[in-house]
């Protein structure tokens, strides 16, 4: 077959959707060939603005070897999101704060799975049930590391999963300390049911919310799962931000109602632990 004129266009003079260098209407790739060079020559951009501190666009093209209107447009892209920033006076470019934000969101992950493994180990082997460690991911909860106690050992794999704000002792922490307006914008969805005990009306919901707050943890009995009940505390980074939550979980007939909040407060010493860990309270 020959190839028609659209199809044998060179990359700079597309149609409209190379107006984001290959990156659809949000600035997301797609799954095609031309998608995927986008995605590495915008990643290449910042690898080069990372090596020389700032540049012109017409270097920046001759580093990647494009021309220069394929260079702008990726710049363009990096700019909305924040990754790059333009100096005005100069016309040059730099990394911009979005660069920061994304480092700092994947350090604290990772300094918090590293502290956080003497802590959670600690606590599961004194109270001989699950504990878990999760952060904010979106609208979700997820579980970045587990360890269990001697009574959890058939206990559900929770490493890695995502789940509900509203339903898990974790996800309540987190949910609890969100900044209003992001926490008003998750309660104004609708709420999923997961059991009988899962709360989904918004209104009573804020008012737990606020008791979490007050106490220093959240309880949750058979919400999620019928026979699992969870207590979990908030850890802080160093600024007091609350970037993750300590849950302990385990079967209602052994943390049963009665038994819930000398655990919460357990969760919330350990939590407390964790955060001076990383740095909070110096």
């Given at each position: 077959m020959v190839p028609?004129?659209?199809?044998?266009?060179?990359?700079?003079?597309?149609?409209?959707?190379?107006?984001?260098?290959?990156?659809?209407?949000?600035?997301?790739?797609?799954?095609?060939?031309?998608?995927?060079?986008?995605v590495d020559r915008a990643v290449s951009v910042l690898e080069i603005l990372a090596r020389l501190g700032e540049a012109g666009v017409t270097e920046i093209a001759g580093d990647l070897g494009v021309h220069k209107s394929t260079a702008s447009r990726l710049l363009g892209v990096l700019e909305n999101r924040g990754l790059v920033t333009q100096s005005h006076d100069r016309g040059k470019y730099r990394l911009g704060a979005g660069v920061l934000r994304l480092a700092g969101a994947a350090a604290v992950r990772l300094d918090i799975s590293q502290e956080?493994?003497?802590?959670?180990?600690?606590?599961?082997?004194?109270?001989?049930?699950?504990?878990?460690?999760?952060?904010?991911?979106?609208?979700?909860a997820v579980n970045i590391m587990q360890a269990r106690g001697t009574a959890a050992v058939t206990a559900q794999n929770w490493l890695g999963r995502r789940t509900p704000l509203h339903a898990t002792a974790n996800g309540k922490v987190l949910l609890a300390h969100l900044p209003p307006t992001l926490r008003d914008g998750l309660l104004a969805r609708p709420l999923q049911r997961f059991t009988e005990h899962t709360v989904t009306g918004a209104a009573a919901l804020r008012g737990e919310l606020e008791t979490v707050v007050e106490r220093g943890y959240a309880c949750t009995l058979e919400e999620l799962e019928l026979g699992l009940s969870a207590v979990a505390a908030p850890v802080r980074s160093h600024e007091g931000r609350v970037v993750a939550a300590i849950s302990v979980s385990g079967p209602v007939y052994r943390l049963t109602p009665q038994r819930l909040p000398a655990l919460g407060e357990r969760a919330a010493a350990a939590a407390a632990d964790l955060s001076r860990r990383m740095g909070y309270g110096f």
């Open positions: 028609t004129r659209e199809q044998s266009r060179p990359e700079e003079t597309r149609g409209p959707g190379a107006d984001r260098a290959g990156l659809g209407p949000n600035g997301v790739a797609g799954g095609s060939p031309g998608s995927v060079q986008s956080g493994v003497p802590v959670c180990r600690e606590l599961a082997d004194e109270l001989c049930e699950t504990v878990n460690l999760a952060v904010l991911d979106d609208d979700a």
